[in-house]
């Protein structure tokens, strides 16, 4: 059994592995220009975040009907919880499906087909995050927001994704200014490609309770002590980081140092289809190739579970930290 843990940090046009791509380009008479899955599992093969946001544009082509988007997420949460994923908050990007005449109704309403019942189909409590893309101007993040209003019941915050580097944190200030007027948990992608002073604008111009990523904050100490004393949340995203070359190899990976530091790390998966692996073997990997102890795996398993959105069922959350408490663990790590 795999060590119980929160997912926080995860897209869901991201788990789109090439075969239902294919699966649902047949079924909606979407062309793709790659030959078969083997070709387009080599197209995963990117350089850097740009050419990988390429082919994720690319591909979500084939999502087209609530169905589709419920079967991504099915097919999501299956994975997820055969590596002990016990709650899963689940960034989607409506922009992206906006853009392309996909309704924000079909997207939610899709999304929640599976993630309404995954709880008794899959033993994954959810919750759902929609994105702005960075990229995108700060009107079309306050039309998403607008167009988000007859769902909230199913959103619970709002985030902030897609290429980092020249979209500071304060041109979405009004958005996140009314996603707070609205109750929405907020959080937000800083400090991947982007500067320390991107997670400092993050924490005081919108508000955000958790920081995506954050692994820059490294370069200013001072930083890294706030986010020590006031326990703020970062969602790292190991094999990520290897594929998008924000790091050479796991084996530099800041993770070891950044929880020596007392900061409270949690390890998630994020685009897991395109990044080698989901949550459980993001887990396994830290572990075989970091070195971290059992201590410091059921660590992160905790702070996956601190730092998650269940203020609204604290019962839940305490179950699950029972869970991981008990944990024993076996020769296989994840
Ligand atoms: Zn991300």
């Not at 220009?33 to 690319?58: G, H, I, K, M």
């Not at 800083?190 to 370069?219: F, K, S």
């Amino acid at each position: 059994m795999p060590l119980p843990k929160a997912e926080l940090h995860l897209h869901i046009e991201g788990t789109l592995e090439p075969e239902l791509a294919f699966e649902l380009a047949a079924r909606n008479g979407v062309t793709l220009p790659y030959a078969d899955t083997d070709t387009l599992r080599e197209a995963y093969r990117f350089e850097d975040l740009q050419s990988f946001l390429n082919l994720y544009y690319e591909l979500m082509a084939v999502l087209r009907t609530e169905r589709d988007f419920e079967d991504l997420a099915n097919a999501y949460l299956a994975r997820a919880a055969a590596q002990g994923v016990r709650h899963a908050e689940i960034f989607f990007d409506p922009q992206a499906h906006l853009a392309r005449g996909v309704s924000m109704g079909t997207v939610v309403e899709g999304l929640w087909r599976a993630l309404g019942r995954s709880a008794e189909n899959h033993g994954i409590s959810t919750r759902l995050i929609m994105c702005f893309l960075r990229d995108e101007s700060a009107e079309s993040a306050l039309t998403t927001l607008d167009a988000a209003k007859p769902y909230l019941d199913r959103i619970t915050g709002v985030g902030l994704d897609s290429a980092e580097v020249g979209h500071p944190p304060v041109k979405f200030r009004a958005v996140y200014e009314a996603a707070a007027a609205l109750g929405l948990r907020r959080v937000a992608h800083a400090g991947e490609e982007g500067p320390p002073e991107y997670i400092t604008e993050a924490l005081d111009v919108l508000g955000v309770e958790r920081v995506d990523h954050g692994l820059r904050c490294l370069e200013d100490p001072a930083l890294v002590e706030r986010l020590v004393r006031e326990r703020i949340p970062l969602t790292l995203c190991p094999l990520s980081n290897v594929r998008l070359r924000t790091v050479d190899t796991l084996a530099d990976h800041p993770l070891p140092a950044m929880l020596d530091a007392g900061l409270l790390c949690t390890v998630n998966s994020d685009d897991p289809a395109y990044f080698g692996g989901y949550a459980g073997d993001n887990f396994a990997a830290v572990h075989r190739t970091l070195g971290l102890t059992e201590e410091r795996l059921r660590e992160l398993a905790r702070n996956s579970f601190l730092a998650s959105f269940l203020e609204d069922d604290e019962e839940r959350r305490a179950r699950y930290l029972a869970e991981v408490e008990a944990y024993q663990f076996g020769d296989a790590v994840s």
